[in-house]
């Protein structure tokens, strides 16, 4: 049989379903257009999967096969390849967004299509309640899903002989109306410019898990303090398939034989799994709120206030630096800042999502669409309306120093930690390059009080 082997989101060869497909076989990679045509030319994330598909091009001629790189339509590269050559079948890992079922779908019009479940550890449509119908509440999903857990989740998948189908050029293979154009492979032939990625975020998925392997027994205790570095930072590895969740799945089991308590990271890998289940079932959240009718207030002011870290606010101004510098946020801080501009900006939580899937290196739409309207009180399982985080007495309780803010805003080093806790003082303060707040936080959570009753 002969087998194209679409690599997607699972750029690696350990533990890849893909090349357990045994004989006639030609692995393939689309840098597909209608993807990057919308990013900034220096996105993190193109540089970051650019280096990671050339990474398995590599590691795969070890194997003795090769990764053969396309910048096209996934539908026109089809096409190119049925004209080249004879296939029985195409095989990808499952890829659950509307576009990627669309685009999926389309492509099956032309060949038999295989999908292989890598990405999650259950598909979309598998931790169901008994009438078949989806959880809305987590912990109702995370205790069936542990239920239904199995060892065949945690299989390793291992390469078998495979012959690679020959295919011409060690090239980026760009398609158009002109044809075909044989490219070098490198960022500028994709029309980007490399950006910069922190020594953290350069790790192996093998380093990242030994690094974290002594963090592992505090992080229940140790994951919300911004400061103490006490996260994986698997999340990037996990969205863009460099490590399997199988792989991260048998690691967490060798240190629960050794007595750590791994319960509360595999909490939230199923919290992953949980929102992914939800926007495959409800696409339309990627625009609509779940429930209510709450809308922000378009203010353009405060919304350039905010994604410039000028809001006088220092642990979301802090949160954001953070974010454009590195294109990270650490995951408290995503919360204080989404409540900051839901409730107390009263923006758009959609404003606050497209800023971040702008920016975010490890942007996942389930997670960040589903966070967002979590915020905002208006989503599946959410965080009631009336509930507002006060960002001054979070910074008091998970950055009590200041190590987390004054790292990212350098302008506030020489100033005492009590005053980013201290909304009077920073609301009288006249800050070197600094600005006041420009809400107060009782006042603004009053008017977000109103504002959300009126529209129940």
């Not at 044989?182 to 350069?202: E, H, M, N, V, Y």
């Not at 690094?211 to 027994?217: G, N």
Request: aromatic letters at 14%; proline letters at 6%.
């Amino acid at each position: 049989m002969r087998r194209i082997l679409w690599f997607r989101r699972d750029l690696r060869v350990a533990d890849n379903p893909l090349l357990a497909q045994g004989e006639e076989v030609l692995p393939i990679f689309i840098f597909d257009p209608d993807i990057l045509s919308p990013l900034r030319r220096d996105d993190r994330r193109v540089t970051y999967i650019f280096d990671a598909v050339v990474r398995l091009k590599s590691e795969l001629k070890t194997l003795g096969l090769d990764l053969i790189l396309f910048y096209g339509r996934p539908g026109d590269v089809f096409d190119l390849l049925l004209q080249r050559s004879a296939f029985d079948e195409v095989c990808a890992s499952g890829d659950y967004g509307m576009y990627e079922r669309d685009r999926d779908r389309d492509v099956s019009h032309r060949l038999p299509f295989r999908f292989l479940e890598d990405t999650y550890i259950f598909s979309p449509d598998e931790v169901l309640k008994d009438d078949g119908t989806p959880y809305l509440i987590f912990t109702p999903y995370y205790n069936r899903a542990k239920r239904l857990f199995r060892p065949e989740h945690m299989q390793e998948y291992r390469p078998v002989m495979q012959t690679l189908i020959p295919w011409e050029g060690d090239a980026i293979h760009a398609l158009s109306h002109e044809g075909i154009d044989a490219r070098p492979i490198d960022l500028a032939s994709l029309g980007f410019k490399r950006a910069s990625l922190t020594a953290a975020q350069r790790r192996t998925p093998i380093q990242k898990l030994d690094l974290f392997e002594a963090k592992l027994p505090g992080y229940a205790l140790r994951r919300d303090f911004p400061s103490l570095d006490g996260i994986s930072h698997l999340s990037v590895d996990l969205r863009f398939g460099t490590v399997s969740v199988r792989a991260v799945l048998r690691w967490l089991a060798g240190q629960k034989k050794r007595g750590v308590d791994t319960e509360p990271f595999f909490r939230q890998l199923i919290f992953r799994e949980f929102y992914a289940s939800l926007l495959y079932r409800f696409p339309y959240l990627r625009e609509r709120n779940f429930r209510y009718r709450f809308s922000g207030i378009d203010d353009e002011v405060r919304f350039e206030a905010f994604r410039n870290a000028r809001t006088g606010v220092p642990i979301v101004d802090a949160g954001i630096r953070q974010l454009l510098e590195s294109g990270e946020m650490h995951n408290r801080i995503r919360m204080i800042c989404a409540s900051f501009l839901t409730k107390n900006l009263l923006l758009p939580w959609q404003w606050g999502e497209r800023f971040f899937a702008d920016r975010l290196l490890d942007y996942d739409a389930a997670s960040n669409i589903l966070s967002w309207q979590w915020s905002a009180g208006t989503g599946i399982d959410p965080q009631p309306y009336f509930r507002i985080f006060n960002p001054y007495t979070q910074t008091a309780r998970f950055d009590p120093e200041g190590v987390y803010i004054k790292q990212y805003l350098p302008e506030l080093r020489d100033l005492p930690a009590k005053l980013f806790a201290d909304e009077r003082s920073l609301l009288q303060s006249d800050i070197p390059g600094y600005p006041r707040p420009v809400v107060s936080h009782k006042e603004s959570s009053a008017k977000a009080l109103e504002h959300f009753r009126k529209a129940l």
